[in-house]
Structures are given as C-alpha cells and as structure tokens.
C-alpha cells in the first residue's frame, strides 16, 4: 500500500488507508494464493474491488521466476491495464516450463482517463496490491 501526495494533507493525525489491496484473487476460478500449475497460457485472472477505497483502474503485473544457480531472478514480463476486475493475459505472455506470480494493484489517481492518457499522472495517488503464489505452465 502507498500513498504519494502533497505533504500538508498528512498532517500530524494518524493515517486511515484511502485504498486497501483487491481481494479474493483467483486465476481460472481457482484460488491465487495456492502454489500450483495453470492449466492455460492465457488464463484468467479474477479479484474483488477493495473493501476501501474506490479505484479508477488495476495493473496486472506478469512476474517470471527463473534460477542462475543459487540466484533466483524475477523479472516483470508484462503488463496489463484495466478498469474490471478481470482480465485474460494475452497469449504469447507465459511460457512452457517457467514459474510466474500475478500482481494486481489498484490504483486511486487523480489523472486523465487511462484508456486516453495511460502514463499521465498526478498527486494525489494511491495503491495497493495482491499478489498471488508462484504458479507453473507445464
């Protein structure tokens, strides 16, 4: 969760959140937070809206695993922006044999609309993500 704004709206008071993480992260109806193996290249990731907050729109981040020996690497692979709370990742994204974790973040912006202005922002700005278990394409 992050918060990016000018500094006299924080003032002394203590903090609430203004955007809490997506809930109930499931891909291809299956629960997220379980280790285990897709059964597409182009599955179907699904979340609830957070419980605060009202968000304008979600990034899916396509993270990729992979190990160099005794180094584990991750590297975002892909991303996707919507304003549901569903999304398909697009084909040629995953790959035979990899390990891959979902991140879904919300985000609360005061910024154009991001089907028209998609790397325009502005304070403030809020987010907060999921991200789901290490899952295998076979």
Request: hydrophobic residues 40%.
């Amino acid at each position: 969760v992050y918060a990016a704004d000018l500094i006299a709206p924080f003032g002394a008071a203590p903090q609430r959140p203004m955007l809490v993480p997506p809930g109930a992260l499931t891909v291809d109806g299956a629960d997220a937070r379980v280790e285990g193996l897709l059964n597409s290249s182009t599955p179907v990731l699904a979340w609830n809206a957070p419980a605060v907050g009202n968000p304008q729109h979600y990034t899916v981040v396509v993270h990729e695993f992979s190990v160099n020996g005794s180094t584990t690497n991750v590297e975002p692979i892909g991303f996707v922006w919507t304003t549901k709370t569903s999304v398909r990742i697009p084909p040629f994204t995953l790959t035979s044999n990899r390990h891959y974790a979902f991140e879904v973040i919300a985000y609360n912006k005061s910024r154009p609309d991001i089907g028209q202005h998609p790397y325009r922002t502005a304070f403030p700005e809020y987010g907060a993500g999921t991200l789901s278990a290490l899952l295998t394409l076979p």
